[in-house]
C-alpha cells in the first residue's frame, strides 16, 4: 500500500517542553486515521508542523513525498484544513468563504462554482449559503469550514478534532460526512472522543506528553491493553442481599449497582467460577461479560489525572 504520510523523529520544543517528542509513523494513503490523547498531548502542534504552520525543532516528514519543510508550497496543494478553531472569515457569506479559498488556491471560475455547489449540497448549506457564519450553529460553521478545506480536490485531509463541543446530531452528520470520504482520500484527524476513533478510524494511535504510545486498530488495542474482566449481573430479586455478599468477596476488584444491575470487575475469568458458587444460581436472571471499551484503554494508558 502506498504512503500517504510519513513521519522520521519528529520533535517540537517551546521554551524547554517538549511537545512532541520524537514522533515516527507512517499512513496509509486512503484510510482514516486517528490520533487520540488528552489535553496537551501534542496533537495539535503536529498537525500544525504536518500542514506546514509551524517548523518542527528536529525531525522531517513528507506528504505524498512532498518534504514538509523544502516543499511546503507543494504539500499546501496537497492538503486540506480542519483546524481546531474555526477560522471562518466573519464579514463573508458561507459560499465567499469557499470562493476566497478557491481563488487563493488559484482555481478558476468555471472549475470552482461547480466545484463549491457540490460541496455545499453535499454538507447541506446549499440553503444557507449567502448567510454569515456568525448566523449558524457551531455544527454549520464545522461543515462550511470541512466544506472550505475539500473545495481544491486535496488528497489529504486535515481534521483537528472536528466535532468538538457538537451537538450528537451534529456530530453524527458529520462522522456520515467523513465516513463517506472514506477510500477517495487520506483523513488523518485528531480527537480526545474515544466513540469518534472508534467509529471512523481504521487505525489509531494514542499520545501523550508528544510520545506515541499505542497503535493499531481499536480491535486490538482493547485486546491489548483493556484487563479487567467486567461483567454484568441482574438478579431476579433481593439486590440488597446479593449487594452485601459480593462485597464481601475478596476477589471482587469493583463493584457498582444500578438497581437490579450489579457492574463489577475481577482480576480474571478464573474467579468467575467462584463467585457463581458463592451466589448460588438460582436468582440470577442474566450475566454478560461486558466488552472492554476503548475508554479503559485510554484510561489505563494516559491516566485519570484531569487535564486543564
Ligand atoms: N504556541 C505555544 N507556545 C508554548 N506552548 C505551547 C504552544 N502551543 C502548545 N503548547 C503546549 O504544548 C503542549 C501540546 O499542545 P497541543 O499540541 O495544543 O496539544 P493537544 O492538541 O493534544 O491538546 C501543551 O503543553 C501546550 O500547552
Ligand atoms: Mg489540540
Keep these: 500500500m502506498e504512503i500517504a504520510i510519513s513521519i522520521q523523529k519528529i520533535a517540537k520544543e517551546y521554551n524547554g517542553l517538549r511537545a512532541v517528542d520524537d514522533v515516527s ?3 496509509q494513503a486512503g484510510t482514516i486515521f486517528g490520533l487520540l490523547g488528552p489535553n496537551g498531548a501534542g496533537k ?11 517548523r518542527p525543532t528536529s525531525g522531517s516528514a513528507s506528504v505524498e513525498g512532498h518534504d514538509i519543510q523544502t516543499q511546503g508550497k507543494a504539500v499546501r496543494r496537497l492538503i486540506g484544513v480542519v483546524p481546531q478553531e474555526n477560522n471562518l472569515d466573519r464579514y463573508l457569506t458561507a459560499r465567499e468563504n469557499l470562493t476566497l479559498h478557491a481563488r487563493m488556491h488559484g482555481m478558476h471560475r468555471r472549475d470552482f462554482n461547480p466545484r463549491i455547489d457540490e460541496l455545499l449540497e453535499l454538507t447541506g448549506l446549499s440553503g444557507r ?9 457551531g455544527g454549520m460553521q464545522r461543515r462550511v469550514v470541512v466544506a472550505r ?4 480536490n486535496p488528497h489529504v485531509l486535515f481534521l483537528d478534532e ?22 477517495k482520500m487520506t483523513i488523518f484527524l485528531t480527537t480526545h472522543y474515544m466513540d469518534e476513533a472508534e467509529e471512523l478510524c481504521e487505525r489509531i494511535v494514542i499520545m501523550d506528553h508528544g510520545k506515541i504510545l499505542v497503535d493499531g486498530t481499536s480491535e486490538q488495542l482493547k485486546e491489548a491493553f483493556a ?3 467486567v461483567y454484568e449481573l441482574e438478579f431476579r430479586a433481593d439486590g440488597d442481599r446479593y449487594e452485601e455478599l459480593i462485597r464481601s468477596l475478596p476477589f471482587i476488584e469493583s463493584l457498582e449497582r444500578r438497581g437490579g444491575v450489579f457492574r463489577l470487575s475481577l482480576p480474571g475469568e478464573e474467579y468467575l467460577k467462584p463467585l457463581m458458587d458463592s451466589i448460588g444460581s438460582g436468582d440470577i436472571k442474566k450475566i454478560c461479560l461486558r466488552e472492554p471499551s476503548l475508554e479503559e484503554v ?11
Design 298 to 308: 485510554f484510561l489505563e494508558l494516559t491516566g485519570r489525572k484531569v487535564r486543564e
Design 149 to 152: 478545506a475539500l473545495v481544491h
Design 227 to 229: 484487563h479487567s474482566h
Design 44 to 54: 495539535t502542534t503536529l498537525i500544525k508542523i504536518l500542514t506546514t504552520l509551524m
Design 162 to 183: 472536528p466535532t468538538a463541543g457538537l451537538d450528537p446530531q451534529s456530530r453524527r452528520a458529520l462522522w456520515d460526512y467523513i465516513l463517506s470520504l472514506r477510500s
Design 25 to 27: 509513523l507512517e499512513v
Design 129 to 137: 449559503q449567502h448567510d454569515f457564519p456568525d448566523t449558524f450553529s
